[in-house]
Nanobody, 124 residues
Framework: QVQLVESGGGLVQAGGSLRLSCAASGRTFSSYAMGWFRQAPGKEREFVAA????????SYADSVKGRFTISRDIAKNTVYLQMNSLKREDAAVYYCAIRIRGGLFTLEGAYDYWGQGTQVTVSS
């Protein structure tokens, strides 16, 4: 069993920054990918970013390219999402997820375990 715990969400003004963290515990895997998704009220959950086991391979949604950065600390089993130049449309519950077979995927069905989410609110 794998547990994912997100943190770092909160209220920020438009143009500001936040860093989300997601700590994984439980089973360990030789290689896996981690991703961030988000869900705004009344909308479907959407892909934000993903990174491979080493963190060297990354993928981003077009809407966040150049503003968000995903990274990971293998020793800490933690993945981060640095969010800069936040916009009101970035407000959502952000979820981290792990795909134990590795590979960068944008579909939520490709991921095996999910965290409970952390709320990000962006004020004007």
């Amino acid at each position: 069993q794998v547990q994912l715990v997100e943190s770092g969400g909160g209220l920020v003004q438009a143009g500001g920054s936040l860093r989300l963290s997601c700590a994984a515990s439980g089973r360990t895997f030789s290689s896996y990918a981690m991703g961030w998704f988000r869900q705004a009220p009344g909308k479907e959950r959407e892909f934000v970013a993903a990174c491979g086991w080493s963190g060297g391979s990354t993928s981003y949604a077009d809407s966040v390219k150049g503003r968000f950065t995903i990274s990971r600390d293998i020793a800490k089993n933690t993945v981060y999402l640095q969010m800069n130049s936040l916009k009101r449309e970035d407000a959502a519950v952000y979820y981290c997820a792990i795909r134990i077979r590795g590979g960068l995927f944008t579909l939520e069905g490709a991921y095996d375990y999910w965290g409970q989410g952390t709320q990000v609110t962006v004020s004007s």
